[in-house]
């Protein structure tokens, strides 16, 4: 009997066992449409932890094994959407959300005219009571791959701590201005684009600027930094440009079952002037979500065009607890590369997946370099397990373009040994140096050789930083350290304050090509390369020889004929 009833109790155990759930995936499509519902938010209900859905409404949310045996309720929020709520789900969901009825701005406004920038301007005033001001940390998870002519070239994932010292306190001028961020894992392939030179390590701060409820230029339109800032980082400017904008109540909507405002926005002009009289052609479009009782912000959007090129933004935000916090960030942009004539794109994801408001870990960090990244090895069990949103619709073909040469598999586990070799040796700055002769072809170039060891080189390189004031970007300056050690070669730049926006700097080591090529035997050495790429002079004057200028104004002077 005894027996009969362990067998009992066992066989009961195996099918609790059976019937959880560890790994729920699904997809979410309009119940009248049936187009899919994308960045959605996906969490369970009580918990912090949760997904996203993917641009094809796709998700996969994975449990953790202590919550195995707990009874849990998956909840689904999206603008426009009511929600969905469904207690211990399956393993596989097919869910049709239900479109919120949305409310004309006539029907709204009855009594008095609401005036789209005003709440808007309230709305911001709003920010430090609706979202935690209190420091916090966010986990995040982040995605950037792109690629050339539709041909994906390169894929970054990462698990990134960010320590935000001063939660919503205050709008940061610039990313990374009161966060801490650190790397924890890091997967990565071989980058095959045609733009590496352009490529950062990792964008982190990039898509951090996405955030506009942490990130507003503070700076004012006559400042000639201003353009910098909404240029390079792409930052908002509502905050202290709310005059520049146009603002529209388009209509009343529902998120998380509570009413929320969309108000649409737009640049006035079509390009913005700033202090030097200069314009700057561009044009800004964006959507903002607005809760019409707290007035928090639920989502931004952002369209940003202009010469050649093209950015969109988005950022979703949900209550957890008392407080608003980010809960997805997104940003993708393309554009034609002037030199390489080839149109280049770009996806960068953020998603939170945890939020930890106490006994979290306080740590200092910025946006680390490639030294930085190198040191972090590759954990493949980590990634099995670790809660990541499903790639894009486009995820067969950038899984097949990026296995050209080698499996992902591969690549992932032999990316920071090859790398290593390459970045320590001096081989990428190398290949750098090479591309950025290719990109400078037009202008007029100056390549130094010299060493950190070497104190005729570094009384040379003095004098250059005149010659780099005078010409700016009219010349190309390129220094060329043989040093074959990183360390030396980095104190030279800091002790000397080398760097300078006018010039390239490329440890490129003893053993180069171009060593050889110039035939490098003492230093400091100089070379100059006229506009169509030619070595107009291999031995040229110093920075101290006053005919160096005359050399340059000559080369300078000299036409090409366009292609």
């Known amino acids: 009997m005894k027996g009969a009833l362990l067998l009992l109790v066992i066989l009961l155990a195996c099918s609790i066992c059976t019937a959880q759930v560890s790994v729920i995936d699904g997809t979410l499509t309009d119940r009248d449409t049936g187009a899919p519902v994308p960045f959605a938010s996906v969490g369970i209900m009580g918990y912090a932890i949760g997904t996203s859905s993917n641009a094809d409404g796709s998700f996969t949310l994975k449990i953790p094994d202590a919550w195995v045996f707990k009874k849990l309720t998956i909840k689904i929020t999206c603008v426009g959407y009511e929600n969905f709520l469904l207690d211990n789900p399956p393993a596989h969901l097919d869910i049709k959300l239900k479109p919120s009825k949305t409310v004309l701005e006539e029907v709204v406004i009855s009594a008095k005219t609401l005036h789209a920038e005003d709440i808007v301007r309230k709305a911001l005033k709003q920010v430090r009571k609706n979202y935690n001001t209190k420091p916090f940390v966010y986990r995040t998870f982040y995605r950037h791959y792109c690629n050339d002519d539709d041909q994906y070239g390169r894929l970054i994932e990462a698990a990134v701590d960010i320590y935000k010292r001063k939660g919503y306190r205050t709008f940061q001028a610039s990313p990374g201005a009161k966060d801490e961020v650190r790397v924890t894992q890091l997967r990565r392939t071989f980058d095959n684009t045609k733009v590496t030179i352009n490529h950062a390590p990792i964008a982190l701060y990039n898509i ?6 942490a990130i507003q230029t503070k700076m004012k339109s006559s400042d000639p930094n201003w353009i910098a800032a909404m240029g390079y980082f792409e930052l908002s400017g509502l905050r202290n440009h709310l005059d520049l904008f146009a603002f529209d109540l388009d209509q009343v909507t529902s998120y998380d079952n509570e009413e929320v405002y969309k108000i649409s926005y737009r640049l006035k002009a079509d390009s913005i002037k700033f202090g030097s009289g200069m314009s700057y052609p561009v044009s800004f479009t964006g959507a903002l979500y607005i809760n019409t009782r707290s007035l928090a912000f639920i989502k931004t959007e952002s369209e940003r065009r202009r010469a050649n090129d093209t950015l969109r933004t988005s950022s979703s935000y949900k209550l957890n607890g008392k407080k608003y916090y980010l809960y997805h960030s997104m940003r993708e942009g393309s554009g034609i590369h002037p030199q390489l004539n080839v149109k280049h794109a770009y996806h960068i994801e953020l998603m939170v997946t945890d939020i930890l408001t106490r006994k ?32 894009t619709p486009l995820e067969e073909k950038i899984v097949a373009d990026l296995e050209r040469n080698a499996s992902l598999k591969n690549q992932f586990s032999d990316y920071v040994e090859l790398e290593r070799e390459r970045f320590f040796s001096g081989k990428e700055d190398e290949e750098r140096f090479n591309q950025l002769m290719t990109f400078n072809k037009g202008r007029v170039m100056y390549l130094s050789f010299w060493k950190s060891d070497c104190g005729a080189c570094l009384r040379e390189l003095e004098y250059e930083r005149k010659l780099m004031e005078k010409y700016k970007y009219r010349v190309a300056f390129i220094h060329l350290s043989l040093d074959d050690d990183l360390a030396p070669w980095k104190e030279a730049l800091k002790k000397h304050k080398l760097t300078s926006p006018y010039a390239s700097h490329f440890r490129i080591g003893s053993q180069a090509d171009a060593v050889s090529l110039f035939k490098v035997n003492e230093m400091p050495r100089y070379v100059l390369v006229d506009k169509k790429g030619f070595f107009a002079d291999q031995n040229a004057r110093r920075p101290t020889d006053p005919d160096l200028e005359k050399d340059i104004e000559r080369l300078l002077a000299e036409k090409i004929d366009k292609p």
């Open 208 to 213: 951090m600027a996405a955030d506009e409820l």
């Open 360 to 391: 979290y870990p306080v740590f200092k960090g910025k946006e680390p370099g490639k030294e930085v990244l190198l040191n972090i090895p590759y954990d493949s069990s980590f990634w099995e397990d670790y809660n990541i949103i499903k790639a």
